[in-house]
């Protein structure tokens, strides 16, 4: 499936009318294609993406990856416009590393409002409690070898995300390499708990020191989620080597939902990483 990644939203820029200028980017992952086009904010609309997708002069892609809520609608309304697909995923790194470079241009371009600028902020929402009706009958921290990665996702499981691009080879850890992770035991709950899971589309789960501690599951573009609080200091101390193994890492964990500790059977597996 071809992809192309998008970034439609306002810049620190103004033209000379004094209106904000919003600008849209699309590479593909390899950024062997890429495009910019400029636009005030009276005309940021889908019909405008639409107009200027089918400007390109190469075929449309599958899909429309973009990481931003903000743009989000608007690209949607345009994919569908466009007869193809819009993706919401975080995992848009080619498109992120172009942005970060960008932002050092804006500030050398005529228009520049040196207004505050993030090129990669997005809004983040205050976690939410997982609901009691989905969360299972306890959990603990585990580890994998990245050898046994593949034999392991062979086991019969519901729901299985296993990204080619977060796989560990690919990432060139080193097949004798540990990988932290988290094992809930979902008991009567797991399969209903490995569904929702899959309908947020779970990206990382980190460890934040607080009073108390906690695992925080970042989902979807936004999502926050407490999955756990604890101020056990053995917990703690878990959760301390957990993290300094995603450290060791390059970040890659997993996730695994299973009914229970038996070792026979198996819900739900995700390859996760920060993005």
């Known amino acids: 499936m071809s992809v192309w990644q998008l970034d439609f939203f306002r810049r620190p820029l103004r033209n000379e009318e004094g ?18 086009r400029w636009c005030p904010q009276s005309q940021a609309n889908s019909d405008w993406i639409v107009e200027q997708l089918q400007s390109l002069d190469r ?11 903000e743009s989000l609608s608007l690209i ?12 919401a995923t975080r995992r848009t790194e080619t498109l992120k590393r172009w942005l970060l470079q960008r932002a050092e241009l804006y500030q050398r371009l005529q228009g520049y409002t040196a207004d505050a600028y993030q090129p990669l902020a997005v809004p983040r929402p205050a ?13 603990r921290f585990a580890t994998l070898r990245v050898a046994e990665l593949d034999s392991f996702a062979a086991h019969p499981m519901r729901v299985r995300s296993l990204p080619r691009e977060l796989h560990p080879l ?8 540990s990988l932290p992770g988290l094992v809930i035991d979902g008991g009567r709950q797991s399969l209903q708990l490995a569904q929702w899971l899959e309908t947020v589309t779970p990206i990382s789960v980190n460890y934040i020191p607080g009073a108390p501690d906690g695992l925080i599951l970042e ?33 890659l964990h997993f996730l695994v939902i299973q009914p229970d500790d038996s070792g026979r059977t198996y819900t739900g597996l995700w390859l996760l990483q920060p993005a």
């Open 19 to 36: 209106e904000v200028l919003w600008e849209l980017l699309g590479c593909d992952r390899a950024f062997e294609f890429h495009f910019e």
């Open 59 to 69: 075929p449309l892609p599958d899909s429309l990856a973009t990481f931003r809520p």
């Open 76 to 87: 949607r309304e345009a994919a569908k416009k466009l007869g193809i697909q819009a993706l």
């Open 127 to 139: 976690p939410v409690p997982v609901s009691e009706q989905l969360w299972g009958d306890r959990w």
């Open 170 to 177: 690919e990432l060139g850890l080193a097949s004798t390499a």
């Open 219 to 251: 989902a979807g573009l936004a999502d926050r989620w407490v999955l756990a609080t604890f101020d056990d200091a053995e917990v703690q101390a878990a959760a301390r080597l957990y993290h300094q193994r995603q450290q060791e890492t390059k970040g």
